[in-house]
C-alpha cells in the first residue's frame, strides 16, 4: 500500500488562452517547469484547459453565433497524436515530472471532454472522456465509455481521474476506488456567476472532502479562473447580459485521506500550490473504512461496469474471428495502464 516516502506534487488555479490551443500550451508548459523547479513530480491543471471552457454555450446566443464560435474551439482542439502534444510530452520527459491535463480532444469530427496523464517519461498513461457531458456541453461534446475508468500504477501510487460532475456519480467513484485508487485527480471549470443562487466553489470544496473520506484517497483538484481578457471577451459577446461571469472564480486545493487540506484551498488568482503526500496515511484509514475490502458487502451490493469499447460500426468477417478479436480487446483492456501508441 504506501512506500513510506514522502513526495511533492502540485495543482494550479489557472486561466487560458481563450481560443488559443498554442497560447495556452504555452502556459502548461511554462508552469510545468515553474512546478519542476518547485520539485513536484506532478502538476494538476482544470478542465478543458486547453483551449478553454466554452462558457457561451450557456448565454443563450443565437445558433449562428454558436456555430461559430464551436468551429473556434474545433479548430483549437487537441488531437491526442499530434506535435501539440508531443511538445507536452516531451516537457514532461525533460523535466522528470508528470502531467495531468484537461482539454478538448479532437478525435474525428467529434470533440470530448477528456483529461491526460503523462508521466515522468513523457509516456501518455491514461486518457479519458467525461462519461457524461453536463447540461449544454452534451450540444458540443460526445460522451466517454467505460474505457474511461482506469487507474494507472505510476512511479507516485495509483492514480485515478474524473471530471467535474462525474464526481456526483457514485458508481463511478466506485469503480475507482476498487481499483485501488490511492490518488484522485480532480479538474473543474471554475467561474463567478453573478446570478447563480448556489456556491460553486462551497460544491467543489464539499465534492472533494467527500471524494477522500469515501474511498480513503489523497485528492489533486484544478479548477480554471476568468481573467481579464477571457471576461471581456463574454461581455463583448453579449453586452444584455453581463451578470453572466465574473473575474476571478476557481478554486483548488490538495486533501488527505482524513478530508484536511494539506494545501490551499486557494481561489481566483493564477497560482500553483505544493504539497507532501505519503500514502502511508492511507493504511491508517483503511483500517477504518475500507468500502471495496472489508467494508464493503458484496454478498448484498455489486457493480457491474462494462468495460468494452463499443465502436458504431464493427465489420465481422466470421463469427470465430469475431470472437476472437473481442476476447484479444478484453484482455487489453484488463492491463492497469498502457502508453498511447505512437
Not at 112 to 129: A, C, F, K, M, P
Request: charged share 25%; proline share 4%; aromatic share 8%.
Amino acid at each position: 500500500m504506501g512506500s513510506g516516502k514522502t513526495e511533492k506534487i502540485a495543482t494550479t488555479i489557472a486561466s487560458p488562452v481563450l481560443f488559443s490551443k498554442e497560447g495556452t500550451i504555452e502556459k502548461v508548459i511554462s508552469m510545468t517547469k515553474e512546478a519542476a523547479n518547485g520539485g513536484a513530480r506532478l502538476i494538476v491543471f482544470p478542465e478543458t484547459f486547453v483551449p478553454g471552457y466554452p462558457w457561451w454555450i450557456w448565454m443563450g446566443i443565437n445558433n449562428n453565433k454558436k456555430l461559430e464560435l464551436f468551429k473556434r474551439q474545433f479548430e483549437n482542439s487537441l488531437e491526442i497524436r499530434s506535435s501539440e502534444m508531443d511538445y507536452i510530452r516531451n516537457t514532461a520527459k525533460k523535466n522528470e515530472i508528470m502531467i495531468a491535463l484537461g482539454f478538448v480532444e479532437k478525435d474525428g469530427s467529434t470533440l470530448y471532454n477528456s483529461q491526460t496523464l503523462i508521466d515522468e517519461s513523457g509516456n501518455i498513461v491514461i486518457n479519458r472522456r467525461k462519461l457524461m457531458p453536463t447540461g449544454e456541453e452534451r450540444t458540443i461534446w460526445g460522451m466517454g465509455d467505460a474505457t474511461s475508468l482506469r487507474v494507472c500504477d505510476t512511479s507516485l501510487g495509483k492514480i485515478g481521474m474524473l471530471i467535474c460532475y462525474e464526481h456526483s456519480m457514485p458508481l463511478s467513484r466506485y469503480a475507482l476506488y476498487s481499483l485501488g485508487e490511492q490518488i484522485h485527480i480532480a479538474m473543474w471549470p471554475g467561474a463567478n456567476f453573478r446570478s447563480q443562487p448556489r456556491d460553486r466553489k462551497k460544491i467543489i470544496d464539499i465534492a472533494m472532502r467527500n471524494m477522500t473520506f469515501e474511498g480513503q484517497v489523497y485528492t489533486v483538484y484544478s479548477s480554471s479562473c476568468v481573467g481579464e481578457e477571457e471576461l471581456k471577451f463574454y461581455l463583448d459577446l453579449d453586452p444584455n447580459n453581463q451578470s453572466i461571469l465574473d473575474e476571478g472564480g476557481g478554486i483548488s486545493g490538495i486533501v488527505d485521506p482524513i478530508s484536511n487540506y494539506v494545501a490551499g484551498p486557494i481561489e481566483d488568482k493564477e497560482q500553483i500550490i505544493y504539497a507532501e503526500i505519503n500514502l502511508d496515511a492511507i493504511v491508517g484509514v483503511k483500517h477504518m473504512i475500507d468500502c471495496v475490502g472489508h467494508y464493503a458487502r458484496p454478498d448484498i451490493f455489486q457493480l457491474n461496469v462494462f468495460s468494452r469499447k463499443h465502436q458504431p460500426v464493427k465489420f465481422v468477417h466470421s463469427f470465430e474471428a469475431s470472437v476472437e478479436k473481442e476476447a484479444i480487446v478484453e484482455s487489453k483492456n484488463e492491463t492497469e495502464c498502457a502508453s498511447v501508441e505512437e
